[in-house]
């Protein structure tokens, strides 16, 4: 829109302030200002260049272009690599850049290109930073299953390509993925989310203690001497699917009489909610090595050792994040000389 | 319907039954058939349960005629929905009851089960407890077989009881063509398109558990009931990865294999 250039609020906090858009976070302009962050994004918008101008609230320079013609104002547009495909599509030439015709088309145009990076930001550490924050305050809603009792869910998509599927909710309890319960949100893309942020959040805040429900304070894993605080498959034990196991299964019952695994109506799923009594069952690593202890020891011993590295390595990783996150709260601040590496 | 005209009648709400079902909120209910309610075998040991029993039967069967003040009224209609939803309870479970309840269910009266892989399986009410003021009501996924918490809050603050224990299980036994097909497709989390370790071990010793059921049930020559009938073991893994699209190497870009490179490192299996 014209007047979101001219408004005090920049386009991108207005985007995410629109209803529906409460999962999304306002991604930082330092990292879509970062070529590097948008690569391989303009063949994927139409119009890049103008939906990126309008994503930054840059006001296009076409003052004086108003009365070229169309072949100048290409021969303009192919100077500018960038957007030649997005520029040449038909009926989305761009000498009328900013009339009221174009403008829903950029502006549609607008929200794609911010989902896609929206998707990219958000596996970046300030990204997954902010979207912590909003995972603590309840934005993105709990988990409707009644035996994994209120805990905060994530949103996810279930592919990363637009227009396949639209968001959903994955409940790191019971690891499983849930319709959002408001339709409000039947209309955002999954894409803009991404396959990747619900896994990559549960690697990087390994500290949250997952069977927290919502209406309590998000809280780290408790850490007192007597608790367990062993390391399992990279998550701390207690963190496997907490929302799972024995006493978190429906156990179907007529007149208190349980129905019978036989019976044509008896249960089939249970296997869906159960888990281990004894989740270190789950450690396939250390079974293999034990099993195979006496066939080769050389091996064995390796993978012991390899073992115990591995147990001690995402503890060490989540505290050197911690560590850098409090002296440095968002990586993409820093210099652009060093600007693709800190992305990473 | 035709003799809606009557109602003006009477200065209380005539035809309450009609009026409770439709009124906001009581969506999971269905009418209680007259002769139900009529017949004091189906009430027995209610009267102990409600406060102002014979006053909240007469305002729920319409034939209530006290001349009462505001709050001893605003009393008895309360003990008149307890009553009403106690009786609803042991209703649903007759022949009319499950009959209306289906009708209900077929048309999604009590929601879509909210769980993606469900795709929208219609849900059942149910309690968590027989006995009243325990627990709020709770939605059934024949599908998933698991239990999942209304979405709006009026719906919430149902009792439980109302609906009972044995309800939903009941309504399988006797119309067995209802039950859903099961399926093994489920959701795998992932990052950059590698299964995280811990989830995947967790998703291997359930798969086990299920393929230990399914053998089980075809020695007893029973009918496990999964939609992907026989093909065991080869056909998990393709669910597995079911909502795996191969993502072409121009998706992949720079940014995202810098990040894998990254995740990777750390505890990605």
């Known amino acids: 829109m014209s007047t979101s250039s001219g408004a005090p609020e920049s386009w991108i906090s207005s985007f995410c302030a629109l209803l529906g858009h409460e999962y999304f976070a306002e991604v930082s302009e330092e990292f879509i200002e970062d070529d590097f962050n948008l690569t391989g994004l303009q063949t994927q918008v139409a119009m890049y260049k103008e939906a990126l101008e309008m994503i930054l609230d840059i006001e296009p320079e076409d003052d004086d ?18 957007d030649s495909l997005g520029a040449r599509a038909p009926g989305e030439r761009r000498h009328h850049s900013r009339i009221a015709s174009d403008n829903s088309v950029i502006e549609s145009s607008a929200e794609m290109l911010y989902g896609l990076i929206h998707q990219r930001f958000i596996c970046s550490r300030a990204g997954i930073q902010q979207m912590s924050e909003k995972y ?123 129905v019978s695994e036989v019976a044509r109506s008896g249960p089939r799923m249970q296997w869906l909610r159960n888990k281990p009594t004894d989740v270190t069952v789950l450690d396939e690593a250390r079974h293999f090595a034990a099993d195979h202890a006496d066939s080769d020891d050389d091996e064995s011993m390796s993978l012991n050792s390899g073992r115990a590295a591995t147990r001690r390595r995402p503890q060490g990783n989540a505290r050197l994040r911690q560590q850098r996150q409090a002296q440095n709260g968002s990586p993409m601040t820093v210099e652009p000389a060093n600007g693709a590496e800190s992305e990473l | 319907m035709d003799d809606f005209a009557s109602e003006s009648d009477s200065d209380y709400a005539s035809y309450w039954r009609d009026w409770f079902i439709s009124s906001r909120g009581n969506e999971y209910f269905c009418e209680i058939d007259e002769d139900y309610l009529t017949d004091r075998f189906n009430l027995t040991g209610l009267n102990t349960e409600v406060q102002y029993y014979q006053y909240a039967l007469d305002l729920v ?151 230990d059921m399914r053998r089980r049930l075809r020695k007893m020559d029973v009918e496990s009931g999964f939609k992907d009938g026989d093909g065991e073991g080869e056909g998990d893994e393709d669910d597995e990865v079911e909502d795996d699209e191969e993502l072409g ?13 990254q995740a990777t490192a750390g505890t990605v299996a």
Request: glycine share 8%.
């Open chain 1, 65 to 82: 272009e108003e009365d070229d013609d169309e072949d100048e104002d290409e021969e303009d547009v192919s100077g500018d690599a960038r």
């Open chain 1, 136 to 258: 603590e305050l309840g934005h993105f809603g709990v988990c409707p299953r009644t035996n994994c009792n209120q805990t905060r869910t994530l949103p996810v998509g279930l592919s990363d390509i637009p227009g396949e599927d639209t968001v959903k909710l994955f409940c790191p309890s019971c690891l499983d993925v849930y319709v959002p319960p408001n339709s409000r949100f039947q209309t955002v893309d999954g894409a803009f989310f991404g396959r990747t942020f619900g896994g990559l959040f549960l690697l990087t805040f390994p500290e949250f203690d997952l069977s927290k429900s919502a209406t309590e304070g998000v809280t780290n894993l408790t850490r007192t001497p007597t608790d367990d605080n062993s390391m399992l498959n990279g998550v701390y034990a207690r963190n496997v699917a907490p929302g799972l196991g024995p006493g978190k299964i429906y156990q179907p019952k007529i007149y208190g009489f349980k």
């Open chain 2, 61 to 211: 069967t319409d034939v209530f005629d006290l001349d009462c003040d505001d709050e001893m009224r605003e009393t008895i209609e309360k003990s008149a929905r307890h009553l009403y939803g106690l009786v609803h309870a042991r209703y649903i479970v007759t022949t009319r009851g499950l009959a209306k309840m289906l009708e209900k269910y077929k048309k999604g009266d009590f929601g879509k089960c909210p769980r993606v892989m469900c795709h929208s399986h219609p849900l059942l009410p149910m309690g968590l407890s027989d006995v009243p003021s325990t627990k709020p009501v709770k939605l059934y996924c024949a599908r998933c077989e698991d239990i999942y918490n209304p979405k709006s809050s009026r719906h919430a603050a149902i009792d439980g009881a109302y609906f009972g224990t044995s309800f939903h299980n009941i309504i399988f036994q006797v119309y067995p063509a209802l039950i859903p097909a099961k399926s093994a497709e489920r959701y795998v989390p992932r990052v950059y398109g590698f299964k995280l370790h811990h989830a995947a071990a967790l998703v291997r010793w359930q798969n086990t558990q299920r393929d």
């Open chain 2, 249 to 261: 190497p121009d998706d992949f870009d720079a940014a995202e294999v810098g990040a894998i490179a």
